[in-house]
């Protein structure tokens, strides 16, 4: 966590436990704390404060804006459209209302012409389009989405239906206010941008009538019941900002520090494949990724590997029980099924060094070929 | 110092052998296998096991990775498992299991790893020979026996294997678990097989995966008698469950033909044979009862808790082992393991086999 999270944080924490709804003096004192942090949240996302919605998680900002507006349940009452390689918070929800899923080409960007023949067919039923959910950035491959251009699809298609964003990985790396600026509705998670975990937030780009998923006593102007995570609140607040100050820098420093990684690696191996990357052109991946697939390897014993060696990386996404699973996002870009189980996520941000990519170039080669030889 | 990979089921087994190798100043790491996604009584591989697993491990203070091989799973169990059920035979998946999951990727991957040893909490026991050969022995318990399940282990496996359950039986087990107390001291032992669910049964999940056949039942005569209403349930041996009329003597199956739907029944005395023919031979070292015209004299055991029977064992010219009984000996159902004791104690795996359909009579 940052150091401006963390004070923001304790120092909440420290001053009261009052629920912000309250009358009293240390309540008052909670609720101006909400809404300082609200502004500054707005601020970043060049909206009203009002349009504000905090959460549980980034899980939750994506379950409310796909179940507040599509479906049987929400204000617009249309079907949800994703992109297949959506995090499981907007794949599950779409899947769950019969909605449509969308694919990517082999650079794992975002198929527009299938983004048109499926809101076309759509269009053509009763049920219609009532959102679009495409992710500012993958989560796995760190590809952007060219969020512009789905609206302007959508512009002709459905021009009544909304776009929504998960934005929970691309917030640190890009502005949403220029890469995201035609989006309604985006979602953030504190713990990807150096906050808490179990505080997010979903922000409307305006006053968009949303239904509720949790009710109660109506808090967040009755779009998400519940007593507010003050503390939390705070603390994601600090760090956003701080994050958007520090977004230019880090972008340009962090993006250096993948290349020398990435392109270590590949000179050091044979048989190493960058995901989503085609004639070594990263333009469209944000800075801090760094996804890789080692042909004639598993992932689950290369990470194992690297833990010994101080070096914590991931493959695809845990499941319950902490098992790795075949990745999803792999899987839709056409990467081949025996690769993909090969496959390394390093994710690189503002605490990353360069004494930290030098350890991990000199121990991850020799990691891949003990594996590959099946004996230390 | 040993490095070892403990599998870590999340049973009491697997926790006190883990236990027992700490105790022993082994550097452990517990693992626990994901292997079948669907439905599961508990087997080995549903989440609340693998919490129990990676909360005994923690107890232990040793780390804990889950490895998901629920891909290998499906190619060399599940799928086997469907497969030769269409094929009108009786597999026996543990064994499989054993031989492609947990003693071959497994094992593998530990080696690859780094380490010198995989660890589980099976009832059996390693004893090195005089010649400095390994050989996998029963476990102290002898109700609780799994060396059957294990026949396919080699050198090389052997070679890197603890078994530090071997000399413990399981009322001993279970008391150290309370000892030291485990969450896992009282859990109940694992059933049958972990992807078939008890509401469901063996019907419901090979009826979702393969059409079943219904088969007519005939005497030894070829007379119909009765009707099933799945030809690849139906087992060697089987006696319940063949739409037969009451009252007469208990009959039994004698033979199943998938390719005709026809499924055998007999006397008793109808499931004796002389002789088994053994396929798929594997060897804790050197091959058995090879070149010798008059065969090798072993005890042999036909399923896991099964009493061992004497007899002579051969391999022919074309590889095909026959074990050939001391006294006339039940069928067994064609797909299932057979396993070869050493003939003084019956204590000692040489090796074993699965038993082919072919000419058995």
Known sequence: MRACAIEAMEQQMRASAANPTGAHKLARDARKVLDRSRQIVAAEFGTDPGNVVFTGSGTEADNLAIFGLAGPGGTHGGLPVCSAIEHHAVLGPVELLGGGVVGVDARGVLDLDHLAAVLTDLMATEH????????????????????????????????????????????????????????????????????????????????????????????????????????????????????????????????????????????????????????????????????LCFEGIESEALLFLLERHGVFGSAASSCASGAQEPSHVLAAMGVDRALAAGSLRLSLGAASTDTEIDHVLSVLPDAVRQLRRGNP | MTQVMMAMSGGVDSSVAAAMLVEQGHEVVGVTLKLWGGDSDSGCCSVSDVDDARWVADQLGIEHHVFNMGADFDTHVVDPYVENHAAGLTPNPCVECNRHVKFGKLHDRAKALGFDAVATGHHARLETLADGTFRLGRGADTAKDQSYVLYMLGQEQLGRLMLPLGGMTKDEVRAQAHNLTMRTADKPDSQDVCFITSVGGRQKFIGERLPLTPGIVVDTDGNQVGEVEAVELVTIGQRRGLGLAGGSDPRFVTDVNPTEARVTIGKPKDLLVESTPLGQLVWADQPVGSGADAGTAVMVQVSAHGTPAAATFHVDDQGLGHVRWAEPHRRVAPGQSVVLYDAETADLVQGGGIVVRDAEK
């Not at chain 1, 389009?129 to 609206?151: F, H, K, R, T």
């Not at chain 1, 776009?163 to 995201?180: E, M, Y």
């Not at chain 1, 975990?197 to 780009?205: D, E, I, K, N, P």
């Not at chain 1, 900002?241 to 050091?268: F, I, S, T, W």
């Open chain 1, 128 to 291: 219609g389009v009532a959102v679009v959910s495409v992710m500012l950035a993958n989560n796995e491959s760190g590809v952007i989405q060219p969020l512009d251009a789905v609206a302007n699809v959508m512009a002709e298609i459905c021009p009544d239906a909304l776009l929504h964003t998960d934005a929970v990985q691309g917030v640190s790396w890009l502005d949403p206010k220029v890469h995201a600026a035609k989006a309604d509705l985006l979602s953030i998670s504190a713990h990807k941008f150096g906050g808490p975990q179990g505080v997010g937030a979903l922000v409307l780009r305006s006053d968009i009538a949303l239904n509720p998923i949790l009710v109660g006593g109506g808090q967040e102007r009755e779009r998400r019941s519940g007593t507010q995570n003050v503390a939390g609140i705070a603390s994601l607040a600090a760090a956003l900002e701080q994050a958007g100050a520090d977004r230019p820098a880090m972008v340009a420093r962090v993006g250096a520090l993948r290349d020398r990684l990435v392109d270590g690696l590949m000179a050091e191996l044979d048989g190493v494949h960058e995901s989503g990357v085609v004639d070594g052109d990263r333009s469209h991946k944000v800075a801090g990724s760094a996804h």
